[in-house]
Structure formats: structure tokens, C-alpha cells
């Protein structure tokens, strides 16, 4: 096997304190890799500036011009979210060309000295490397115990993604041409790359707290990323709303014979307005909640049909 030429996507949302010192951490991360004959020379950085609004988009321009073409960059016109910044990188490195690329976080909490394990995986044959955070130390228990939720639920519909994978994997030249075959435009990265059948295996990582700045995601699109997951990989819920629509109905049937039976054996007449009341809200939310996951397939067919781009690139540096 010839020696793999490396691409390190960094989506940044307001980075201004990471970027520099991100920059060169990995830099010499590539640098030491190099050296020891793991990656080609060609090996780079590419940075994603996700619409920043500060002075992200300056810095990594200052970082690119004295680089000598070892840092790349990509900037959207405006804010599109992680997963499109994501996606940007992953279709940018793959239009210049590497045979395998990582995706790591700005704020390198992620533990960057993982690379060269994912790299080992790589050189043993598998094309996707997902890196599984240790423990969730850093994360607040709101967060914890969301995310937990988030990954049992998924399983159960369906859409098997590992526990604990954020987005810091190693994808090699075929998955992202693989990539490249799927159009659909809120494509969620966690379940598409469990999802398509090429050889994965998995690396532990110890995750770190932020070192500058705050954390870009809030509750809104956490569950933002947890819909479009659970809506774009699984039609489960769809399924379980028929099925309980036809146990409501057969309830409700089963109840109206028994009605009959006792007025005809007994000449008893059902009583009781709290049963009713509580049997009226329970149904009828019941009902809202299920038109409401309709309403969200609904929502990403519309999303899709539409076929908007999904990100709008204003500069690209390479
Ligand atoms: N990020 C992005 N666009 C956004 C939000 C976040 O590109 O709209 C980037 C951010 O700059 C960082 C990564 O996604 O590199 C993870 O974000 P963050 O560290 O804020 O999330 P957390 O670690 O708190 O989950
Ligand atoms: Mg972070």
C-alpha cells in the first residue's frame, strides 16, 4: 500500500479564540505523522468556516497565505449548521483529492493523537473508523442523559448508530465516493456512514473540555440533529402510529360491544364523566402527538423535494 495522502476537515462556527492554536496542534499532529512515513507529504488541513460572524474567516485566511498550501479553507455564505459544514468538507477533500480524510472538532476536544490509531485501521483494510468518546465527562448531565436517550431511541427505530460517535471518524476515498451517490440534502453523516455496509471498525478516544470559547450547539439544534437523524434513517414511527391506530380502534370496538351486552344482559348504562374526560384527552393528544410525527416525514419530504442546495460556498481557498 503507497503511503495515504491525509485531509483534516475542521468545521469552525465562531472560532476566532480555537482556530490559531487548532491550526498548528495540527499541524504538528501531520507533521509528526509524516515523519514517521504514515502519511504522504501532501497531507492537509482543510477548514470549514461555517458563516462565522466574527473574525474566524480572517484568521484562517492568514493561516492559508503562510502555509504553503498545507491549509485549505472553505467559506459559506452564511451559518448552515455542523452537518453541512460537515458534508462541505467532505465533498471539498474529495474534489482535491485524498485517499482518506478525518473530521475533528475546532476545539480539539477531541483527542487528536487518535489519528494515527484511526490511520492504523485504515492501513488494515477498513474504509470508515468511527472514534468513540470514553466517557461524557465534559458534557453537562442535561446533555448526558439527552444524548443517551437519543441513542437508545434510535436503535430501537431502527437506525443503528454507535453510542457515544460524534462526528470524529476516518472515512477513506471510497466512502466519500459513495458519499457522492447519495443526493439527499439533510443527509444525517452518523447514520449514513453506519448505515452503508463498507468495512467499519471502531477507536476509543478520551474526550477534552472546550479550551476557548462556548459550545455552538444549544437544545434547539440538538434536537434539531436528533429529528432529522431519527426522521432521515427510520420509518419506524410511522409504522407504530398505524399500529396503534388500529389497537385504538379495536379498543374502542371491543368497549362499544361490551356497552351493548351489559345494556341487553343487565341493563346497566355506562356512567362516569371522568372516564370519559380522561379518555377524550388522552385520545385526542394522543392523536395531536401522532400527527405531529407525521408531520415531521412530512416536513423532510418537503425539505427534500425542494432540492436546494445544501450549503452555498462564497470563497474557497486551496
Ligand atoms: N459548528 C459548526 N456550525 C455550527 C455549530 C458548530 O460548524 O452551526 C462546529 C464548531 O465550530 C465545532 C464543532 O462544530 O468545530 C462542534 O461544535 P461545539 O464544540 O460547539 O459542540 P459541542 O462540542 O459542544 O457538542
Ligand atoms: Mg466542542
Request: hydrophobic share 45%; net charge positive.
Amino acid at each position: 500500500m503507497q503511503i495515504p495522502k491525509l485531509a483534516v476537515i475542521i468545521p469552525c462556527f465562531n472560532e476566532e479564540l480555537c482556530v490559531e492554536s487548532t491550526c498548528s496542534r495540527l499541524l504538528e499532529v501531520l507533521d509528526s505523522l509524516i515523519a514517521n512515513g504514515e502519511i504522504s507529504k501532501e497531507s492537509f488541513l482543510y477548514f470549514v468556516d461555517d458563516g462565522s460572524s466574527d473574525r474566524t474567516w480572517e484568521i484562517i485566511e492568514g493561516l492559508y497565505s503562510k502555509s504553503f498550501g498545507r491549509v485549505k479553507a472553505m467559506k459559506f455564505i452564511r451559518n448552515y449548521g455542523n452537518q453541512k459544514a460537515l458534508i462541505a468538507g467532505l465533498e471539498g477533500v474529495r474534489n482535491i483529492g485524498c485517499d482518506c480524510a478525518v473530521s475533528i472538532d475546532a476545539d480539539l476536544q477531541q483527542d487528536e493523537l487518535a489519528i494515527e490509531k484511526f490511520l492504523n485501521e485504515y492501513k488494515k483494510g477498513f474504509d470508515i473508523v468511527l472514534g468513540i468518546r470514553n466517557d461524557r465527562k465534559t458534557d453537562s448531565l442535561f446533555k448526558k442523559t439527552t444524548a443517551v436517550m437519543f441513542y437508545k431511541l434510535m436503535n430501537i427505530l431502527g437506525a443503528k448508530i454507535p453510542m457515544n460517535h460524534s462526528d470524529y471518524r476516518l472515512v477513506s476515498k471510497r466512502a466519500l465516493d459513495i458519499m457522492g451517490l447519495y443526493h439527499e440534502k439533510a443527509l444525517f453523516l452518523r447514520g449514513f456512514f453506519h448505515e452503508v455496509g463498507l468495512k467499519t471498525t471502531t477507536v476509543n478516544f478520551d474526550v477534552k473540555p472546550r479550551f476557548a470559547g462556548q459550545s455552538k450547539f444549544n437544545f434547539l439544534s440538538l434536537m434539531g440533529l436528533a429529528l432529522n437523524g431519527i426522521t432521515s434513517f427510520s420509518i419506524y414511527p410511522l409504522r407504530i402510529i398505524s399500529c396503534l391506530g388500529f389497537l385504538m380502534a379495536l379498543f374502542a370496538f371491543l368497549v362499544g360491544l361490551e356497552t351493548i351486552f351489559e345494556k341487553f344482559m343487565f341493563n346497566n348504562s355506562p356512567n362516569g364523566t371522568a372516564t370519559m374526560i380522561i379518555l377524550l384527552c388522552f385520545f385526542g393528544g394522543l392523536q395531536i402527538f401522532c400527527l405531529g410525527v407525521i408531520g415531521e416525514y412530512i416536513g423532510q419530504v418537503y425539505r427534500e423535494v425542494k432540492a436546494r442546495p445544501r450549503y452555498i460556498a462564497e470563497k474557497e481557498l486551496k
